[in-house]
């Protein structure tokens, strides 16, 4: 069994690669004279349109009418133009700026109303500066949170010109008892553990832990950056952080993620501290000390379970229709293993017995999206089936995508394919 993720976006998918010249003048001659054009031919090639191939010409034609489709959700305006962004970026850099441009605006926009995007152009260094330092700008420090993966990707992608931005905005967050851990561990990797403000940003963040009812999610996250900075930080300062913290996850409710957060802390202080200074510092704190102790034996986090589909299976099962078997599953399960059942027969030459599958798999999408709920990746599922299908026939694929019931999720197929094209031509 391999997972979803490994069977259309690695197994399928390679990695995506793909002016009218001025003419010179003499300078004129003093005494007003008129200047005259150089009588030497212009041998330089005239800028015009960009002369694209036909796999290229598919791939920014089908991103055009991808972009073009309305998408009511932000969220999956900013999927959609990500990906198209991605997908036209080595074919025509001009197109995909303008799409990171309004991608960061969505972005900025939905932090602006308390929700996280669910990707980040910033995140993943698609914007450019000017436009990474205007987001921090204009970013109020009450949305710390909501925009820590994109704050994280501006310090990262440009420091030179938002270290100093990103950093007064969770300074101000934190005089607000707002804390973004893995934002400030970002700044504070660039500016050096041992640097002062470092240590300021240090001790200031566990004296402004937010209520722990609402943000025990932060436990793991907040005991991996006091794991990081207290070796660095003054002896003094790492104990009494510490204690600040464990304190903190005293309050925080009883799961195997706070026990692995209070684990943490303490394996940190002991090795900051030494064994000995460790033991005098919780005796005294009675609240941290009975944090410790009651924290209970490591227990297994549990993850969420990823949909599988075979592969191999359904290689072993070409020339067998498989249809009637596959139209019990759930819609998601039912969505992948068609998919996968059409690749494995459209690439074994067997078109028509493709077409029968992946006719289930996109109808099986359309009841995905129907259905989808936040805990519910309806996009990633949208986005495999069109990968495996485009595979397969890429001109019918982007045929199937358009047909679609909701226009997001055509988008988001149609892009889809144009993926694949771009990674392995015309089909």
Same mark, same amino acid.
Not at 26 to 47: F, M, N, T
Not at 409 to 415: G, S, T, Y
């Given at each position: 069994?391999?997972? %979803?993720?490994?069977?259309?976006?690695?197994?399928?998918?390679? &990695?995506?690669?793909?002016? &009218? #010249?001025?003419?010179?003048?003499?300078?004129?001659?003093?005494? #007003?004279?008129?200047?005259?054009?150089?009588?030497?031919?212009?041998?330089?090639?005239?800028?015009?349109?960009?002369? =694209?191939?036909?796999?290229?010409?598919?791939?920014?034609?089908?991103?055009?009418?991808?972009?073009?489709?309305?998408?009511?959700?932000?969220?999956?305006?900013?999927?959609? *133009?990500?990906?198209?962004?991605?997908?036209?970026?080595?074919?025509?850099?001009?197109?995909?700026?303008?799409?990171?441009?309004?991608? /960061?605006?969505?972005?900025?926009? *939905?932090?602006?109303?308390?929700?996280? !995007?669910?990707?980040? =152009?910033?995140?993943?260094?698609?914007?450019?500066?000017?436009?990474?330092?205007?987001?921090?700008? %204009?970013?109020?420090?009450?949305?710390? /949170?909501?925009?820590?993966?994109?704050?994280?990707?501006?310090?990262?992608?440009?420091?030179?010109?938002?270290?100093?931005l990103v950093a007064r905005k969770l300074d101000a967050a934190l005089d607000k008892d707002i804390v973004a851990p893995r934002a400030l561990m970002a700044v504070m990797e660039v500016q050096g553990h041992n640097a002062p403000a470092s240590q300021q940003?240090?001790?200031?963040?566990?004296?402004?832990?937010?209520? &722990?009812?609402?943000?025990?999610?932060?436990?793991?996250?907040?005991?991996?950056?006091?794991?990081?900075? &207290?070796?660095?930080?003054?002896?003094?300062?790492?104990?009494?952080?510490?204690?600040?913290?464990?304190?903190?996850?005293?309050?925080?409710?009883?799961?195997?993620?706070?026990? =692995?957060?209070?684990?943490?802390?303490?394996?940190a202080m002991q090795q900051a501290l030494g064994e000995e200074a460790f033991r005098k510092a919780l005796e005294k704190d009675v609240v941290a000390q009975s944090t410790v102790q009651n924290a209970g034996e490591p227990r297994e986090i549990e993850r !969420?379970?990823?949909? +599988?589909?075979?592969?191999?299976?359904?290689?072993?099962?070409? #020339?067998?229709?498989?249809?009637?078997?596959?139209? #019990? *599953? !759930? !819609?998601?399960?039912?969505?992948?293993?068609?998919?996968?059942?059409?690749?494995?027969?459209?690439?074994?030459?067997?078109?028509?017995?493709?077409?029968?599958?992946?006719?289930?798999?996109?109808?099986?999408?359309?009841?995905?999206?129907?259905?989808? +709920?936040?805990?519910?990746?309806?996009?990633?599922? /949208?986005?495999? /089936?069109?990968?495996?299908?485009?595979?397969?026939?890429?001109?019918?694929?982007? +045929?199937?995508?358009?047909?679609?019931?909701?226009?997001?999720?055509?988008?988001?197929?149609?892009?889809?394919?144009?993926?694949?094209?771009?990674?392995?031509? *015309?089909?």
């Amino acid at each position: 069994m391999f997972s %979803n993720k490994f069977v259309f976006t690695a197994a399928l998918l390679g &990695a995506l690669s793909l002016g &009218a #010249g001025a003419q010179t003048s003499p300078q004129g001659e003093s005494g #007003g004279h008129e200047k005259l054009k150089s009588s030497v031919p212009d041998k330089r090639p005239a800028k015009g349109p960009l002369k =694209l191939n036909r796999q290229q010409k598919f791939v920014v034609d089908t991103v055009k009418m991808a972009v073009a489709l309305p998408q009511p959700d932000p969220q999956d305006r900013l999927r959609v *133009l990500s990906t198209a962004a991605n997908v036209v970026s080595p074919i025509d850099r001009k197109m995909a700026k303008q799409l990171w441009q309004e991608g /960061v605006r969505v972005e900025s926009d *939905l932090i602006r109303v308390g929700q996280t !995007p669910a990707v980040s =152009l910033m995140a993943t260094g698609q914007a450019d500066c000017a436009s990474a330092t205007n987001f921090v700008e %204009n970013l109020p420090e009450n949305v710390a /949170v909501q925009a820590e993966q994109s704050l994280i990707g501006a310090v990262t992608s440009c420091p030179k010109q938002t270290l100093d931005l990103v950093a007064r905005k969770l300074d101000a967050a934190l005089d607000k008892d707002i804390v973004a851990p893995r934002a400030l561990m970002a700044v504070m990797e660039v500016q050096g553990h041992n640097a002062p403000a470092s240590q300021q940003r240090f001790d200031k963040m566990f004296r402004s832990l937010p209520d &722990a009812g609402k943000n025990s999610d932060e436990a793991e996250n907040f005991a991996a950056m006091y794991a990081q900075m &207290a070796p660095d930080v003054d002896k003094e300062l790492a104990a009494k952080a510490g204690l600040e913290l464990l304190a903190w996850l005293g309050k925080v409710k009883d799961s195997p993620v706070r026990t =692995l957060a209070i684990n943490i802390t303490t394996g940190a202080m002991q090795q900051a501290l030494g064994e000995e200074a460790f033991r005098k510092a919780l005796e005294k704190d009675v609240v941290a000390q009975s944090t410790v102790q009651n924290a209970g034996e490591p227990r297994e986090i549990e993850r !969420p379970q990823e949909d +599988t589909v075979s592969v191999l299976e359904a290689m072993d099962n070409v #020339g067998t229709d498989r249809t009637d078997a596959l139209r #019990g *599953l !759930p !819609p998601v399960q039912r969505a992948r293993q068609a998919a996968a059942n059409g690749f494995a027969a459209g690439t074994s030459g067997k078109k028509d017995q493709a077409a029968k599958y992946f006719d289930m798999a996109f109808s099986a999408v359309d009841d995905v999206w129907d259905a989808r +709920t936040p805990k519910t990746d309806a996009a990633a599922v /949208v986005q495999e /089936v069109g990968e495996a299908a485009a595979q397969v026939d890429s001109v019918n694929a982007l +045929t199937r995508a358009q047909k679609l019931r909701d226009s997001s999720a055509q988008a988001i197929a149609m892009l889809a394919v144009a993926r694949v094209v771009a990674s392995s031509g *015309l089909n």
